[in-house]
């Protein structure tokens, strides 16, 4: 009565291999930075619209997104004329084939993933895209689903919000400590700020919901996060603050919430994005960027995501089927690893757009809980005026 069936010793030793890689496992720093992109435009100041969504695909007749398609979005006079990229927020639901989205400027070969999905709740991931020639955003499928997509703000040549980041990003609140899952949870962020660039967590979800960020006293109108029950999520979300220094974050179901802050926006003086097509400069999986085999638990990787006159990065960082549940966190090679930037529970494989500070040789440092493979992909980076 000891001994296991084949299948139980082919699980045993799957686990155990598992448990070795967890304890283990580390990575090295195996080749050359990866190659930085042009830009694609002028650097451009910050400007919030009003959410609007531009493509629902279960309601529009664009159709649901199959393997291998692409999706051209014209945005038409709902973003200025001078506009040189977009803050979108796309989002999948109704999947039958797991895959990805991949947003990025028009007539530029797709590169990298905006939204990992699988069969489920639906869910979404925020980014930062360069408008192509003709002002328009393609998004490639891989996978099958339908397709949202939520317009949010957009990138100006002339008056707009300048970006300052923080020199690491900093943890606001975390309700765990406080036991508060009211619906609606208040937040105060640096004075002075019109806007701040935060990444917003459900942790210790018990149901299906989503949360919602916006001035106190005013309704956000669109979801930032989709959560699903027993898995953490996160997603960065640029919002406007109240006159009273407030953001709030409302939920529709009883979850706990992190807030991080990464910097803030104001008029005036402030960092302008300059938008590139998007391009992978880390993934583990490959040594691309310099680090691999893989990415070890506890352990710290870094490579070059910005020339040496940006200040600040936006990218899209994605955590690949770590080996138990776990979180990256992404700051300026600070040695904080206070706070987090994308979660995935056990061998998923989840996305999550970042604004942060990077070195001042254009570096970041990318610390991993649990061993699994990690991807960054530039879209943008922040240089001064």
Known sequence: GTHLSPTGYRKRSARMADLFTITAAQ??????????PSASGPAGSFVALPAERVVDSRTDGSGRRTDGATLRVDFGDSVPDDATAVALYLGAAGVTAPGFFSAGPCGAPPSGSTLNFTTGPAV??????????DD??????????????DLQG??????????????????????????DRTSVLEVSVPAGSTAVALNLTAVRTSDTGFLSAAPCGESAGVANVNYRAGVNAAAFAIVNVSDEDTVCVTRSTATDVIVDITG????????????????RVLDTRSSVGGFGPI??????AQTRVAPSNAEAVTGTLTIVRPFAGSFLSANACTGNEATSSVNAPPFGTVANSITTAVTSTGRLCFTALTAGHTIFDTTG?????
Do not use: K, M, Y
Not at 124 to 133: F, K
Not at 154 to 179: C, I, K
Not at 264 to 279: E, I, M, Y
Not at 295 to 300: A, K, M, R
């Open 27 to 36: 990575g090295t720093q195996r080749s050359a930075d990866v190659a930085l």
């Open 124 to 133: 979404g991931a925020p980014t930062i895209v360069a408008l192509g020639t």
């Open 136 to 149: 328009d955003v393609c998004v490639f499928s891989r996978g099958d689903a339908q397709i949202v997509i």
């Open 154 to 179: 957009a990138f100006v040549n002339s008056d707009g919000l300048g970006f300052t980041p923080l020199a690491q990003p900093e943890r606001l609140v975390d309700t765990r400590a406080v036991s």
């Open 264 to 279: 803030t926006f104001a008029s005036g003086d402030g960092l302008r994005f300059v938008p590139v097509a998007p391009t």
């Open 295 to 300: 990415h070890g638990s506890g352990q710290t």
């Open 381 to 385: 980076w922040w240089v001064a005026s």
